[in-house]
C-alpha cells in the first residue's frame, strides 16, 4: 500500500485549487493616475467578469466604487460601495468562525477577509456621495456607522489575534510570534469621520452633535498623533467660532494612493532539523519556502495644498493619514496568511519526511527517494500558489483639511497640490460655487498623485 502512497499524493495536490488572485489593472490605475477616471471607470466595466473571477466581487465592488465617486458617478458609487460592505460583513462573519480545514487549502479560495480600512473608508465615502446627492441625513447616517465599525473592530482585535496564537499553538509553532505584532494598533478612532459629522450636523442643523463632533475630533488627532501630521488644525478654530448662521467654507481633499499587496518569499525556513530515530536511522533536516503577501507602499507626492478662493490664498493641512492605517491593516489580514502559510509548509514538509522514511522502508535508493521528495516540493508549490493579492486600488493615503470664514456669495476656486519642488503636479477650477449661510458648503477634491 505504502508504494501507492506518493503517486495519490501527487493527484491530490494536482487537483487543488491553485487559481491566482492577481489581475493586471495598469491600465485603470494609469488612467486614474491621470485624472481621467472615466476612462479608468470603463476598463473595470470591460473586465468586469475577469476581475471578479481573479480577485473577487468584493475587490472589484470597491474599485468601481472609488473610481466612480472620483468621476463624479455619486448613485453608482453608491450601489458598489454598499454591494462590497454587504459582502464584507457576511466574510467577516464566516472568517471568526473558519474551521481548522480551512488552513490547507490555497488563500485564493478562502472568502476574501477585507481589511478593516477598506470596510470604513467606504463609509466615509458613501457618506460623501449622499453629501453630493444633497441627502445630508444620510450622509450623517454613513460617517456614524464608520465610527461604530471602529468601535467593534477595537473589541473584535484581541479576539483575531488570540485566534491565531491559539493556531500557532495548536500546531507547535512558537518562533514566529513577531508576525502578530501588527495587531498592537491604536487606530480606534477617526478623526476625519468626526469632522466630516460636525460638517454634515451643522447643515442639518443638528447643533448639538456639530458640537460634540468639532470636539471629538479635535481631542482625537490629540490622542492619535502617529496618525495625523499635524499638531495644531486651523480649522477647527473656525470651526469653534462659527454660530447657527455663520457661513464657513469646507474643503476636504485627497491625495496619493493606498498601498497595495505584493508576494513575498521566505526561503529555506528551517522545519524539521536532522535527528537519528530509535532504529539508528538519520534523517535529514527539512527546509521550506512559505509564500504569502505584504502591504507595498504606494503613497503621495503632495507637500502642499494651496487654495485660492476669487484669487485669495488658503492652504490645506494634511490631515488623517489614510496609507498608514491602510498599511496596518494589510499587515493585520497578511499576518494571519502567514500564519496559515507556515502551517501549512510545516504539514507538507513533515509529509515529505514520512514519505521519505516510506521509501527508504520499501527498498528504494536514496536518488529516488529525493525525486519523489523534488516532485512533491514541486507539485506543492504549485498548489501554493503565490500569496493572497486581494486588495482594493483605488483608496487613497492622505486626507487634508481646510475651513475658513467667508461672505456669502459665488466664487471661482482653484485647487493646486504642490510637490517637494512646490511644483504644481495637479490642480482643479471650479465656477461659480456657491457659498451659503448654515451650509457646510463642502469642496472635495480627489487625485492620486
Known amino acids: 500500500m505504502k508504494k501507492y502512497l506518493m503517486p495519490i499524493l501527487f493527484v491530490t495536490l494536482l487537483v487543488l485549487p491553485s487559481c491566482s488572485t492577481y489581475f493586471d489593472l495598469t491600465e485603470a490605475q494609469t488612467s ?52 462590497a460592505e454587504r459582502a464584507i460583513e457576511d466574510n467577516f462573519t464566516k472568517s471568526i468562525s473558519a474551521s481548522i480545514g480551512s488552513f490547507f487549502v490555497n488563500e485564493s479560495v478562502r472568502d476574501y477577509e477585507s481589511s478593516f480600512y477598506e470596510d470604513i473608508y467606504s463609509n466615509i465615502f458613501l457618506s460623501l456621495n449622499y453629501y453630493h446627492l444633497n441627502e445630508v441625513e444620510d450622509a450623517m447616517v454613513e460617517v456614524r456607522r464608520s465610527l461604530e465599525k471602529l468601535q467593534l473592530r477595537e473589541q473584535n482585535l484581541p479576539q483575531l489575534r488570540a485566534s491565531l496564537e491559539k493556531q500557532l499553538a495548536d500546531n507547535n509553532v512558537s518562533d514566529i510570534d513577531n508576525k502578530l505584532t501588527a495587531f498592537n494598533s491604536d487606530f480606534y478612532s ?201 486588495c482594493s486600488h483605488f483608496f487613497p493615503s492622505m486626507s487634508w483639511i481646510g475651513s475658513f470664514e467667508i461672505d456669502p456669495g459665488k466664487y471661482n476656486i482653484q485647487i493646486k497640490y504642490l510637490n517637494s519642488r512646490n511644483e504644481v503636479i495637479y490642480q482643479e477650477e471650479i465656477k461659480d460655487f456657491k457659498v451659503s449661510k448654515s451650509k457646510a458648503n463642502l469642496v472635495e477634491i480627489l487625485s492620486a498623485k
Open 32 to 83: 486614474y493616475y491621470q485624472g481621467d477616471y472615466d476612462r479608468a471607470l470603463n476598463f473595470l466595466l470591460l473586465n468586469t467578469l475577469q476581475i471578479e473571477k481573479a480577485q473577487g466581487s468584493i475587490v472589484y465592488s470597491l474599485d468601481e466604487g472609488i473610481v466612480s465617486h472620483a468621476a463624479d458617478k455619486y448613485k453608482v458609487s453608491n450601489i458598489s460601495l454598499a454591494r
Open 190 to 390: 477617526s478623526a476625519l469621520s468626526y469632522y466630516l459629522s460636525s460638517l454634515f450636523a451643522f447643515e442639518y442643523g443638528d447643533y448639538d452633535t456639530f458640537r460634540i463632533s468639532r470636539d471629538k475630533a479635535q481631542a482625537t488627532y490629540k490622542i492619535l498623533p502617529t496618525y495625523y501630521q499635524e499638531k495644531k488644525y486651523d480649522a477647527f478654530d473656525t470651526l469653534e467660532s462659527v454660530k447657527k448662521d455663520s457661513t464657513v467654507i469646507n474643503f476636504l481633499a485627497f491625495s496619493g494612493l493606498a498601498p497595495i499587496k505584493i508576494t513575498k518569499v521566505d526561503r529555506n525556513v528551517l522545519v524539521l532539523d536532522e535527528y537519528v530515530d530509535e532504529n539508528g536511522v538519520y534523517h535529514k533536516p527539512y527546509y521550506t519556502n512559505v509564500i504569502y503577501s505584504v502591504p507595498q507602499e504606494r503613497g503621495t507626492n503632495v507637500k502642499k495644498i494651496e487654495v485660492l478662493i476669487d484669487g485669495k490664498k488658503y492652504y490645506l493641512q494634511a490631515f488623517e493619514n489614510l496609507g498608514k492605517i491602510a498599511y496596518e491593516a494589510l499587515q493585520q489580514t497578511c499576518s494571519g496568511e502567514y500564519v496559515r502559510a507556515y502551517i501549512r509548509a510545516i504539514s507538507r514538509e513533515i509529509a515529505k519526511s514520512v514519505a521519505d522514511s516510506s521509501s527508504v522502508k520499501e527498498g528504494q535508493t536514496y536518488a529516488q527517494s529525493s525525486i519523489f521528495s523534488d516532485v512533491f516540493t514541486l507539485f506543492s508549490y504549485a498548489a501554493e500558489g503565490s500569496g493572497d493579492l486581494r
